[in-house]
């Protein structure tokens, strides 16, 4: 060993000391509304399974007959030989879902991100972007050509100046439809109209509103009415759809594009038949089961008011993820600590996924959980929280 590595212990104790440091801990059962964690049952309050359905017994079902009948992967990618007829089942199923001509199927949301962005933009481009977007946008603002400007958390007055004085020959405005860490909703009637004003492509990721909002669970732009008027609409299979992967829809001409053009789709191993098939069973459950979000909005709006009654500030949540903003790092790491003793999972969010100074509980819910739950990690914050030094 050349010792070039020798910084990081070094680096690690800082993190520790900063209380920034990471660490896994694998799951002892399948996700659900109570997991298995070190030898004890946990109330689940941090999972992106919103519906459910990551372990239902339809959606691993299909998993596994799909598995058994034609293999575990994809063995390449679809440009090469790995393009296999249930991706075209399941962009079809998700282009309908999304209110759109096509649909392309992607690895994960972050490859989507970090794909499209680059795909539709060059030198002599510019980039918009929401300060509070995702880092998986963040990321694919970066790596791509164009300059990137970042506006303010959904400012409609500074995009429209910023839009008003770029000189670029295309310009792009991105923007998550739910913001992860805060559970609010872009402005996306207004931003719709304020690109096409300025001539002004729209890129929206859906990661945590697809199979949430809209009167069929197509997301934010179903919900608004947008569909046929925002351009370019990310979602994920992997959260309130059960499974793996993502899904980028809009026109046949967007699709045929990114399939020449964005490198995370051409050089990458495409999805396995297994996660496919379970997606395509979780939309079946999605249009079978209203019930299912008919439950979450009921578990949303009580966890909601509970959190109102505890100091905390709801009014702009649209989907099941709450933030709880303790500020400093160590006291929410207590928190979940304390939490965690008294049966409830909730994990620690801290910078750099949140801005210095808001670190918090992000707590989200599954339309699995039970009311009693609901109450019973109520009234467990409120005392953790009587109980930290503030």
Same mark, same amino acid.
């Given at each position: ?44 309050? *941090? ?33 090469? *030989? ?77 995009? #429209? ?59 934010? *732009? ?105 500020? #400093? ?62």
């Amino acid at each position: 060993m050349s010792g070039a590595l020798d910084w990081i212990p070094g680096a690690l104790e800082k993190l520790e000391a900063q209380g920034l440091r990471r660490g896994l801990e694998p799951l002892g059962s399948p996700q659900g509304p109570v997991v298995r964690l070190g030898g004890a049952a946990l109330v689940n309050l *941090c999972s992106n399974d919103y519906l459910g359905l990551a372990a239902h017994p339809r959606v691993r079902a299909a998993a596994a007959a799909r598995s058994e009948a034609e293999g575990a992967g994809a063995g390449a990618s679809r440009l090469v *030989c790995g393009d296999l007829p249930v991706h075209r089942e399941l962009e079809e199923r998700l282009a309908r879902l999304k209110g759109k001509e096509a649909a392309l199927l992607f690895s994960s949301g972050y490859h989507a991100n970090l794909g499209v962005p680059a795909a539709l933009t060059g030198k002599d481009d510019a980039i918009f972007s929401d300060v509070l977007n995702h880092a998986s946008i963040v990321d694919g603002c970066r790596l791509s050509f164009a300059r990137t400007v970042r506006y303010r958390h959904k400012d409609l007055q500074e995009l #429209d100046d910023l839009l008003a004085a770029s000189r670029a020959r295309r310009k792009l405005v991105v923007t998550d439809a739910v913001f992860s860490m805060d559970g609010d909703a872009a402005p996306l009637a207004e931003l719709t109209a304020l690109c096409e004003r300025h001539g002004a492509m729209l890129y929206v990721d859906e990661a945590h509103a697809t199979g949430i909002l809209g009167a069929r669970g197509g997301g934010l *732009c179903e919900a608004l009415g947008l569909s046929g008027r925002v351009d370019v609409v990310m979602g994920t299979l992997g959260k309130a759809l059960g499974s793996f992967g993502a899904v980028v829809a809009g026109s046949h001409d967007l699709r045929e594009w990114l399939v020449s053009r964005a490198r995370t789709f051409v050089f990458t191993t495409a999805l396995p038949p297994g996660a496919c098939a379970a997606a395509l069973a979780a939309l079946d459950l999605l249009a079978a089961e209203p019930e299912r979000r008919e439950r979450l909005g009921a578990l949303t709006a009580r966890m909601k008011a509970g959190l109102e009654r505890l100091g905390f500030p709801m009014g702009e949540v649209v989907a099941p993820i709450f933030p709880v903003i303790l500020g #400093d790092e160590r006291l929410a790491l207590e928190a979940s600590r304390r939490l965690r003793e008294r049966g409830f999972l909730v994990r620690a969010i801290r910078p750099p996924t949140v801005p210095a100074g808001t670190s918090r509980l992000r707590v989200t819910l599954s339309a699995d959980h039970a009311p009693e739950q609901v109450d019973g990690f109520l009234g467990a914050l409120g005392d953790v929280l009587a109980g930290l030094p503030r």
